[in-house]
């Protein structure tokens, strides 16, 4: 970011196609849609081009790219009165985001499963903390809570997300992920 | 070896590190969140370590955004791409020329006005309008934030009221003629919205097209406070009903046309 703050305008399309990958997978989960992710994360970046001189070199730039996509992410539920939490129905429905050109693992299918039926404000913390290995006190900043309320959300999300993948492995008759979608 | 974090967790199940290292497993054992990613042979840290690496995403075309960023060109590109503290100093600036063109044509009783309760007023218009116009770009964050969105909101439509409280053996009596009044209150209304028009225009160039929609509100704010603080150094009338009428709604005003504007995007 401070090559490209210096002028060397290479420097943003490394950081498009570092970034821009890690953070559509993260947004499409929220939004459901492919394209609707895609736009979300060009919104950011041009965000972050405009505001490329208030970058502080001695900070890291994940954090602030990803508060400004979620504060994005959360300026369009607003604005379309949608809540991002889903019902199990809605959930069941939607047709899931197959990434393309390999298969997915049985474990993953069973967490992204599990993923879309915990609350929105607990499935946040939990991918800014493993998909954009954000650490809790940058993940607390990126979306304006405390470190220790970002600790509770993972917590519960945790447990939650156990039971689920309980259910999911248990025997015919329980829910199973491959039977929800 | 730092003190041991989640993260440090995290990372060695992502790299596949089971059973952990003791120091991180001593901190697993004692954290509520470690805990879970490790019971049951590490079955919740394994799931979301297969969902972490899977990151096959289709890369997003690059010329596709590249179009968008070499649109980003002219003044108002320039403009809006400075520094926050940049930004916020020229929305100041523009608040200060607006309220400076009330100076070029001076209330009648200006040299009768207490200057102590003048000043005390336009620094509450300059204060609410600081605090509002880093909520419109919006700049600085949490410390723009210490006052709040409805504070500030009612500020830009009490204070104008307060000046009522300024006021001179000299200050128009309220107007006992009500097409006097209406006539009298349009006046001032109508040249404090034109004079809002310079603010509007600055604030427009230095949005950066995000941010919530309530900076809208808030910039509606800045430039009706700025209008008031040029009509409280023009206007000799003093009473509440032609401040409140004439004066306090040119930001309410300003507010709904702008809200009508959002809602038709």
């Given at each position: 970011?401070?090559?490209y703050?210096?002028?060397d305008?290479?420097a943003?399309?490394?950081l498009?196609?570092?970034?821009a990958a890690?953070?559509?997978?993260?947004?499409?989960?929220?939004?459901?849609?492919?394209?609707?992710?895609?736009?979300?994360?060009?919104q950011?970046?041009?965000?972050?081009?405009?505001?490329?001189?208030?970058?502080?070199?001695?900070?890291?730039?994940?954090?602030w790219l990803?508060t400004?996509?979620?504060?994005?992410?959360?300026?369009?539920?607003?604005?379309?009165?949608?809540?991002?939490?889903?019902?199990?129905?809605?959930?069941?429905?939607?047709k899931p985001?197959?990434?393309?050109g390999?298969q997915?693992?049985?474990?993953?299918?069973?967490l992204?499963?599990?993923?879309?039926?915990?609350p929105?404000?607990?499935?946040?913390?939990?991918e800014l903390?493993?998909?954009a290995?954000?650490?809790?006190?940058?993940?607390?900043a990126?979306?304006?809570i405390?470190?220790?309320?970002?600790k509770?959300r993972?917590?519960r999300g945790?447990?939650?997300?156990?039971?689920?993948?309980g259910e999911?492995?248990?025997?015919?008759?329980n829910?199973?992920?491959?039977?929800?979608? | 070896m730092?003190?041991?974090?989640?993260?440090h967790?995290?990372?060695?199940?992502?790299?596949?590190?089971i059973?952990?290292?003791?120091?991180?497993?001593?901190?697993?054992?004692?954290?509520g969140?470690c805990?879970?990613?490790?019971?049951?042979?590490a079955?919740?840290g394994?799931?979301?370590?297969?969902e972490?690496?899977?990151?096959?995403?289709?890369?997003?075309?690059?010329?596709g955004?590249?179009a968008?960023?070499?649109?980003e060109?002219?003044f108002?590109?320039?403009?809006?791409?400075?520094?926050n503290?940049?930004?916020?100093?020229?929305?100041?600036?523009a608040?200060?020329l607006?309220?400076?063109?009330?100076?070029?044509?001076?209330?009648s009783?200006?040299?009768?006005?207490p200057?102590?309760?003048?000043g005390?007023l336009?620094?509450?218009?300059?204060?609410?309008?600081?605090m509002?116009?880093a909520?419109a770009?919006p700049v600085f964050?949490?410390?723009?934030?210490?006052?709040?969105?409805?504070?500030?909101?009612?500020?830009?439509l009490g204070?104008?009221?307060?000046a009522?409280f300024?006021?001179?053996a000299?200050?128009l009596?309220?107007?006992a003629?009500?097409?006097v009044?209406?006539?009298?209150a349009w006046s001032c209304?109508?040249y404090?919205?034109?004079?809002t028009?310079?603010l509007?225009l600055v604030l427009?160039l230095?949005?950066?097209?995000?941010?919530?929609?309530s900076?809208?509100l808030?910039?509606?704010?800045?430039a009706?406070?700025?209008?008031?603080a040029?009509?409280?150094?023009?206007?000799p009338?003093?009473?509440?009903?032609?401040?409140v009428?004439?004066h306090a709604?040119i930001?309410?005003?300003?507010?709904?046309?702008?809200?009508?504007?959002?809602?038709?995007?």
């Amino acid at each position: 970011m401070a090559a490209y703050v210096a002028g060397d305008r290479g420097a943003f399309r490394e950081l498009f196609e570092r970034y821009a990958a890690p953070l559509e997978r993260l947004l499409v989960r929220d939004l459901g849609q492919r394209e609707e992710a895609r736009d979300l994360v060009q919104q950011t970046f041009l965000q972050l081009h405009r505001a490329r001189l208030d970058f502080d070199p001695s900070k890291r730039l994940k954090p602030w790219l990803y508060t400004i996509a979620m504060n994005l992410k959360r300026e369009l539920f607003r604005r379309r009165k949608r809540r991002p939490e889903r019902s199990d129905a809605e959930a069941a429905e939607r047709k899931p985001v197959e990434p393309r050109g390999q298969q997915q693992t049985e474990a993953r299918r069973s967490l992204d499963w599990a993923l879309e039926r915990i609350p929105s404000d607990q499935r946040e913390v939990i991918e800014l903390h493993w998909l954009a290995e954000l650490s809790f006190p940058e993940l607390a900043a990126t979306i304006g809570i405390s470190v220790a309320a970002a600790k509770v959300r993972a917590h519960r999300g945790y447990v939650r997300l156990r039971e689920l993948l309980g259910e999911a492995g248990a025997p015919s008759g329980n829910p199973t992920p491959g039977g929800a979608l | 070896m730092s003190e041991v974090s989640c993260e440090h967790v995290r990372d060695a199940l992502r790299l596949g590190q089971i059973p952990l290292p003791p120091a991180l497993l001593a901190h697993a054992e004692a954290c509520g969140e470690c805990s879970l990613l490790l019971a049951d042979d590490a079955a919740l840290g394994k799931a979301l370590t297969a969902e972490s690496g899977a990151l096959e995403t289709e890369a997003l075309p690059w010329a596709g955004f590249e179009a968008l960023v070499n649109e980003e060109v002219g003044f108002r590109a320039w403009l809006r791409s400075r520094p926050n503290p940049v930004r916020f100093l020229v929305a100041v600036a523009a608040f200060a020329l607006v309220t400076a063109l009330g100076l070029r044509h001076l209330r009648s009783d200006f040299a009768l006005v207490p200057a102590l309760e003048l000043g005390g007023l336009l620094a509450a218009f300059a204060f609410f309008g600081g605090m509002a116009a880093a909520r419109a770009l919006p700049v600085f964050g949490a410390p723009a934030k210490r006052i709040s969105s409805e504070a500030i909101l009612a500020a830009a439509l009490g204070i104008p009221a307060a000046a009522a409280f300024v006021r001179t053996a000299t200050t128009l009596a309220p107007a006992a003629d009500s097409a006097v009044f209406v006539r009298q209150a349009w006046s001032c209304f109508s040249y404090g919205s034109l004079l809002t028009i310079p603010l509007v225009l600055v604030l427009w160039l230095l949005d950066r097209g995000a941010g919530p929609r309530s900076r809208v509100l808030h910039g509606a704010a800045v430039a009706g406070l700025a209008a008031n603080a040029a009509l409280t150094l023009h206007c000799p009338n003093g009473s509440a009903a032609h401040l409140v009428v004439g004066h306090a709604t040119i930001g309410l005003a300003l507010a709904a046309v702008a809200g009508l504007l959002l809602r038709r995007r």
